[in-house]
């Protein structure tokens, strides 16, 4: 069993246990639902840079990459840095992250927030809104053509940006509807987890230009940026090469100077 799967499969058991927590009820009250979001596809438009930064404490590749650091601390520096938005893993088991993150991390900036999560029901995207954000993730590699239908209208619904994550044409093919607002190609292997940024560029002419095209996984330098504007990609995904540092927030707005100086 390779490794989504084994995650997913947890997922399920996961999703289940919360929702026989926290009623669907409680989480369309929260104060947070009524709040407009700031949408990063329009954001991403309107940026010369498009860097999207990832909170991330660990990952399955990578074990652990910075667990001293405090979500809020990581947020307002990303925010200074001057980033496009952010994305914030909510996944415990595999990542060491949470829901509180994102509450926290609402609470502490303006920027567009991604929920970075392997979404397999509704019940995750509303919980997504109720705490706090903008944009949800939807990975081809776990759902079926209906499954991405049936969720990103369901985002649609609640004024949430749809952000699909492919790694083939394969994923491509089955996955472009009017629902979605972006279409991110993951760099990596899901299977060997190397990472090649001919990925996006193959992949690019096939995206339909109606899509905001963001490129993640691998992109830790000025240079794969500037290798992957001329395909069309305004959105780059960045985590790990910011975090493994001490202060990503530092880290981020030296990375920003040189892209646009």
């Known amino acids: 069993m390779d490794i989504l799967e084994k995650i997913v499969r ?14 669907i009820s409680q989480l369309e009250n929260s104060v947070l639902c009524n709040r407009n979001k700031v949408s990063l596809a329009q954001a991403l438009k309107n940026s010369a840079t498009g860097i999207i930064a990832e909170h991330k404490r660990r990952s ?23 980033v496009c938005g952010m994305s914030v893993l909510t996944d415990g ?19 567009p927030l991604l929920r970075k999560e392997f979404v397999i029901d509704e019940y995750q ?3 997504a ?15 079926t053509r209906n499954e991405i239908k049936k969720l990103s209208e369901f985002a649609k619904k609640l004024d949430l940006d749809v952000l699909l994550e492919v790694h083939n044409e394969e994923e491509l093919h089955k996955s472009v509807m009017p ?15 190397s990472v090649s940024l001919e990925t996006s560029k193959s992949l690019a002419s096939l995206i339909p230009n109606d899509f905001v095209k ?36 530092k880290s981020a707005t030296n990375f920003i100077k040189s892209l646009v100086s």
């Open 10 to 23: 947890d997922k399920r058991k996961e999703v289940d246990l919360r929702k026989s927590i926290i009623p």
């Open 60 to 82: 399955p590749s990578k074990s652990i990459i910075n667990n001293n650091l405090n979500v809020q601390d990581v947020a307002t520096g990303y925010e200074s840095a001057g």
């Open 93 to 111: 088991k595999y990542f060491g992250g949470s829901l509180d993150d994102l509450l926290v991390t609402r609470a502490a900036v303006q920027l």
């Open 125 to 127: 995207i509303l919980e």
């Open 129 to 143: 809104k109720a705490y706090g954000a903008d944009v949800i993730l939807l990975i081809a590699a776990i759902l």
């Open 179 to 193: 629902s979605l607002d972006m279409l991110g190609v993951n760099n990596r292997n899901l299977k060997t987890f």
């Open 214 to 249: 963001v490129s993640e996984s691998g992109i830790s330098s000025i240079e794969a940026i500037k290798e992957l504007q001329p395909y069309g990609y305004l959105g780059f995904l960045i985590g790990e090469n910011f975090m493994k540092t001490e202060n990503p927030g």
